[in-house]
């Protein structure tokens, strides 16, 4: 009901199928609107997301029980995903307004942050966060990719860890302390990682993060096999290549290495992308998925079967 089994299983036309009934019975339904945009989010259709959770808000007197400040976060989670970084600002901090101990909205305040530069800022946000809640490994990851892109990977790793002794299948941070270790420059323990996130699932980055530490490594045919996997899942080689290396000469000057030439040509010649974009799917579901934090998942309905009548029409609630 109201969509959440089919939001789980990422089959989110349905879950705003189900949504939609609920909104074609009672249009100011509070709840209903709320979890549109969230759903909306998830799909990357961020005009639609807004404008439900600006419904949910206007209505949401009537429906109390729905967190004003969850509202507030979700809204400027997908003004963040859309860009617009001031009303992203704007409706996290209406969030702290409410809410002093809203995590969620510290982060997204720290990711706001970055977009706009300011490292020292994003710092202090995703610190305030983890005082809230020590185990929230949206705000551990978050600083760690911090440290990672200022050239601080030793705190980064210490990061990474942490997220990982909460949740051990969590392939992005073996991916990020991957390249924490291969900006350090400790290949085998960089090369390791991705062998961890890989055994979890297929990935088109840790592919080609483990094909660049083995060419640094003289390892061509494991290389080249890497970055052929990453390629055929719709990874864009010469765009990724040039993002972490600028060149195949800069790379080649650099780790003092002559690529073999198909190799070079590989990740220096663009070719037709048939169907595929160049963004990776694990950086798409993470674009999608930052837009709308954690919390917005955490206080799911328990009684539904029972009290179905009250959540669709209104009517009292049935008592254990």
Not at 117 to 133: I, K, T, V
Not at 274 to 284: D, F, I, L, Y
Request: net charge neutral.
């Amino acid at each position: 009901m109201w969509g959440h089994a089919f939001r789980n299983l990422a089959l989110y036309d349905f879950a705003l199928r189900d949504c939609g009934e609920v909104l074609k019975l009672d249009p100011e339904n509070a709840y209903a609107h709320a979890f549109t945009g969230v759903v909306c989010s998830l799909r990357g259709d961020n005009d639609n997301a807004i404008e439900h959770c600006g419904r949910a808000l206007r209505v949401v007197p009537r429906d109390a029980y729905i967190p004003v400040s969850r509202i507030f976060v979700n809204r400027g989670g997908s003004y963040h995903a859309k860009g617009d970084n001031g009303s992203a600002e704007r409706y996290f901090r209406k969030a702290l307004e409410i809410d002093r101990v809203n995590a969620h909205a510290h982060v997204g305040l720290g990711r706001v942050s970055i977009e706009k530069g300011d490292s020292d800022r994003a710092l202090r946000e995703f610190d305030a966060a983890m005082q809230l809640n020590p185990e929230f490994q949206d705000a551990l990851r978050a600083r760690g990719l911090v440290y990672l892109k200022y050239g601080d990977p030793d705190r980064a790793i210490q990061d990474f860890r942490k997220v990982l002794a909460l949740d051990p299948r969590s392939m992005a941070a073996y991916i990020e302390r991957g390249f924490a270790y291969q900006q350090k420059g400790d290949l085998s323990r960089a090369i390791e990682n991705y062998d961890h996130s890989l055994s979890i699932r297929p990935d088109p980055e840790a592919f080609v993060n483990r094909g660049l530490a083995l060419l640094r490594l003289y390892q061509w045919d494991r290389a080249r096999s890497d970055l052929l996997s990453a390629r055929n899942m719709g990874m864009n080689l010469v765009s990724a290549f040039r993002d972490s290396q600028g060149s195949v000469a800069v790379f080649e000057k650099a780790h003092s290495v002559k690529l073999p030439q198909d190799i070079a040509d590989m990740v220096s010649v663009e070719e037709p992308q048939s169907g595929q974009t160049a963004e990776s799917r694990r950086k798409m579901f993470e674009r999608i998925w930052e837009s709308v934090p954690t919390d917005a998942f955490d206080d799911l309905l328990t009684d539904l079967a029972k009290n179905k009548k009250h959540y669709l029409y209104g009517h009292l609630k049935e008592e254990d």
